[in-house]
């Protein structure tokens, strides 16, 4: 099994910071995608940010300029700062993986998620 574990969020005022952090364990070989996605009720889940194992990153335009991902992939983690929060960052935010696992049979691709941490902000 592959597990991935977030922290970090919480409650904080606008304006405020949070550094969320994901680590992975279990069968996994190799992690190329590392990402953040975030879903409030009623609304899909959507992209935060991802790093590609090739160094290049994207956001979501709603955060660009506020959030920043990285990653150490020798320790199978990746993070999420959060600075100059706003009430509509408000979500849980949920830790992606796209990569190679390793199970009885082999190796296989797989998407692999978090079990989410909320972040409120307050205004």
């Known amino acids: 099994q592959v597990q991935l574990v977030e922290s970090g969020g919480g409650l904080v005022q606008a304006g405020g910071s949070l550094r969320l952090s994901c680590v992975v364990s279990g069968s996994i070989v190799r992690l190329n995608t590392m990402g953040w996605y975030r879903q409030t009720p009623g609304k899909q889940r959507e992209l935060v940010a991802d790093?590609?194992?090739?160094?290049?990153?994207n956001y979501a335009d709603s955060v660009k300029g506020r959030f920043t991902v990285s990653g150490d992939r020798a320790k199978n983690t990746v993070f999420l700062q959060m600075n100059s929060l706003k009430p509509e960052d408000t979500a849980v935010y949920y830790c992606?993986?796209?990569?190679?696992?390793?199970?009885?049979?082999?190796?296989?691709?797989?998407?692999?998620w978090g079990q989410g941490t909320q972040v409120t902000v307050s205004s």
């Open positions: 992606n993986i796209k990569g190679l696992g390793l199970n009885s049979v082999g190796l296989y691709v797989g998407d692999f």
């Open positions: 790093l590609t194992s090739g160094g290049s990153t």
